[in-house]
């Protein structure tokens, strides 16, 4: 069975993928999804804190209200999935990179190297994350590329962990000793028949991943220091709703059930690839 | 068993080392001037020069380092550029409240936790199975920060709005009431704890909805061992199987679960502490970063990092305490 058709089989990861290729494709077209412009201001004091479902005097319904300048919640939340998702993905890529690296890299030097790169692993496992977000971020000057660079490479280390453990039991198998008996150097024994083979940590620790990654980035944004303020961001816009949680609950609330949902639906995409992709577990579903 | 505790305790003091040099090198390589904070604004050429000698700014980057970690370890961590006061004392007055909240929030999230766990294997398939899987999967979704806005939108704003009675309308904001100081007794507990509650609930709620995910799969695992059916076959009564064969076997994971959640935990808290104003580390580390207070943002990583490696080698004793494979081994 290929593996992208056991993957589908798995109702959890199917759901999962539904969910995130919805954001995915509002993110895509915000443009023509969005019946606002998600900053622009008009009249601030006729359309501010509109609920949810009214027609505003332009015509427009806003199904989930406006803001505190009267911007369109709907608007906004389709444009801040751009940041969520790009944010997301682009530093799971960088972690699974690093992650990849330093974990092979461990498993087939062994020795001395294989004890300082592990040591430096838990070292940084031992680091509570945001900690170091928080560090980086203000002292640095804050930036798109800079979040993404920082949850990257805050988020390697259970990859590494995963991956060494992986190449380390594939080492020992009877094709990777008959391809090395065939002659396959140390590089290429690595990336066409050990690397292939251990994927299913690298799948699953992406999708976990990605939902991760995001909550973090709203976390900064909601701490006013990720995406500066008048783009919109779900952690910005989950911000600026605490100062109208009495009158206006819905400008808070929707960002973060949007960022609820991508995360459960990226842990419903690792969950169903674990099941999925482990052989032990593949022919047992619950 | 005392040689894997003291190797431990040099490991972890091993990485507590890493995570302060990393940190400071972070910090120092950081673009921005510190001694801009001791000058007034459009001070001259002159007076930056005095402030960067007067803190030692003027040295080289490696003699600074080996200084610093000198007086780091011998306890002189230096005085708050904000605050005008020894570090050592803000992070003596933080420390209790951040070390009231985790702890009791570890213990909510494991009680809960494990019982909402077993209670859905035992039930396994059932509609209330479903409903707590579909529960847990998404309070372990939600973003600490936005559960606690929405925790103070019900329990301090609606419950007041809506009459609720007094004891479901909730403080919002610091460890104690503004005049707790003239309560008595019992009335400062009960306030302390009203204080408490929407922290609490928060940190519990998302950590106990992640156990139970866990304790949930563990045991459905380890249910399907043939040891288990063994023990039924035998005539073991069913209630004895689920708590010594069963839950026994399936609880040894979560305890390695302890360690791993901790810097999650920490993380949570600092979001927490920020939302309700609640005077612990992480409150002081959003405020010391967002003031540029170098010594404070160095101090409260230590600590951070200090409190993660303490629970992780309590994790680490626990579990050979469980599992008694592992005494035996050195």
């Known amino acids: 069975m290929s593996t992208a058709r056991a993957l589908l089989r798995d109702?959890?990861?199917?759901?999962?993928?539904?969910?995130?290729?919805?954001?995915?494709?509002?993110?895509?077209l915000a443009?023509?999804?969005?019946?606002?412009?998600?900053?622009a201001l008009h009249d601030v004091l006729a359309t501010r804190f509109l609920s949810p479902f009214t027609v505003g005097a332009d015509g427009v319904r806003h199904w989930l209200g406006t803001d505190a300048f009267g911007r369109d919640v709907f608007s906004r939340l389709v444009y801040g999935?751009?940041?969520?998702?790009?944010?997301?993905?682009?530093?799971?890529?960088?972690?699974?990179?690093?992650?990849?690296?330093?974990?092979?890299?461990?498993?087939?030097?062994?020795?001395?190297?294989?004890?300082a790169l592990m040591a430096v692993t838990d070292a940084a496992l031992a680091m509570p994350r945001i900690v170091l977000l928080l560090a980086l971020v203000t002292l640095w000057q804050p930036s798109l590329l800079l979040v993404v660079l920082v949850l990257g490479f805050t988020g390697w280390m259970s990859v590494a962990r995963l991956t060494r453990a992986e190449v380390k039991g594939l080492m020992g198998r009877p094709f990777v000793e008959a391809a090395r008996a065939g002659g396959s150097g140390r590089l290429r024994l690595m990336?066409?028949?050990v690397l292939p083979n251990a994927l299913t940590p690298l799948i699953v620790a992406a999708a976990l991943g990605v939902g991760n990654a995001i909550m973090l980035e709203a976390g900064?944004?909601?701490?006013?220091?990720?995406?500066?303020?008048?783009?919109?961001?779900?952690?910005?816009?989950?911000?600026?709703?605490?100062?109208?949680?009495?009158?206006?609950?819905?400008?808070?609330?929707?960002?973060?059930?949007?960022?609820?949902?991508?995360v459960v639906a990226s842990n419903l995409v690792g969950d169903g690839a674990r099941d999925a992709l482990d052989p032990r577990t593949r022919r047992a579903p619950r | 068993?005392?040689?894997?505790?003291?190797?431990?305790?040099?490991?972890?003091?091993?990485?507590?080392?890493?995570?302060?040099?990393?940190?400071?090198f972070l910090i120092n390589l950081a673009p921005g001037d510190p001694a801009r904070l001791w000058v007034a604004p459009g001070a001259g050429a002159e007076e930056l020069e005095a402030a960067r000698r007067a803190l030692g700014l003027d040295r080289p980057l490696a003699t600074r380092y080996g200084s610093w970690l000198w007086n780091f370890v011998r306890g002189d961590w230096g005085v708050s550029l904000a605050q005008q006061r020894a570090v050592t004392q803000i992070i003596a007055d933080a420390l209790p409240y951040t070390l009231l909240l985790s702890v009791s929030s570890l213990l909510v999230t494991y009680?809960?936790?494990?019982?909402?766990?077993?209670?859905?294997?035992?039930?396994?398939?059932?509609?209330?199975?479903?409903?707590?899987?579909?529960?847990?999967?998404?309070?372990?979704?939600?973003?600490?920060?936005?559960?606690?806005?929405?925790?103070?939108?019900?329990?301090?704003?609606?419950?007041?709005r809506y009459n609720w009675p007094a004891w479901l309308q909730l403080p919002a904001m610091g460890a104690a009431a503004l005049d707790s100081e003239f309560y008595t007794g019992w009335g400062r507990v009960v306030d302390r704890m009203r204080h408490l509650a929407l922290p609490l609930v928060t940190l519990g709620a998302i950590g106990a909805a992640g156990t139970a995910r866990y304790v949930r799969g563990a045991?459905?695992?380890?249910?399907?061992?043939?040891?288990?059916?063994?023990a039924r076959a035998k005539g073991i009564a069913p209630l004895a199987v689920e708590l010594r064969h069963v839950l026994r076997n399936a609880l040894m994971p979560v305890v390695t679960l302890l360690g791993l959640s901790l810097p999650a935990l920490f993380s949570g808290t600092v979001f927490v502490e920020v939302i309700f104003a609640w005077p612990g580390m992480g409150r002081v580390m959003v405020d010391a970063v967002g003031a540029r207070d170098y010594p404070v943002v160095m101090a409260t990583t230590a600590i951070f990092a200090v409190l993660v490696v303490i629970g992780n080698l309590l994790a680490d004793l626990l579990y050979a305490w469980v599992d008694p494979r592992l005494r035996q081994t050195p």
């Open chain 1, 11 to 28: 109702g959890r990861t199917v759901t999962g993928l539904a969910i995130l290729a919805l954001f995915g494709a509002l993110a895509l």
């Open chain 1, 31 to 39: 443009p023509w999804v969005a019946p606002t412009d998600p900053v």
């Open chain 1, 81 to 115: 999935a751009r940041i969520s998702l790009a944010v997301g993905l682009l530093s799971v890529a960088v972690s699974i990179g690093v992650g990849a690296a330093v974990g092979v890299t461990s498993a087939m030097a062994g020795g001395v190297i294989e004890r």
């Open chain 1, 191 to 193: 990336w066409r028949h």
């Open chain 1, 220 to 262: 900064l944004s909601f701490l006013g220091l990720g995406v500066p303020a008048p783009a919109p961001s779900w952690g910005n816009m989950i911000a600026s709703g605490r100062d109208a949680l009495v009158n206006a609950p819905w400008v808070a609330a929707f960002p973060g059930l949007a960022v609820a949902l991508a």
């Open chain 2, 1 to 24: 068993m005392l040689r894997r505790i003291l190797k431990r305790l040099a490991l972890g003091a091993g990485v507590v080392l890493v995570v302060i040099t990393v940190t400071f």
């Open chain 2, 111 to 160: 009680i809960v936790g494990i019982t909402i766990g077993v209670v859905q294997a035992i039930k396994h398939r059932s509609p209330l199975d479903t409903g707590l899987t579909v529960t847990t999967l998404l309070v372990y979704g939600m973003p600490a920060y936005w559960l606690a806005i929405m925790l103070v939108l019900v329990f301090a704003y609606g419950a007041a």
């Open chain 2, 219 to 230: 045991v459905l695992d380890v249910r399907g061992h043939e040891f288990v059916r063994t």
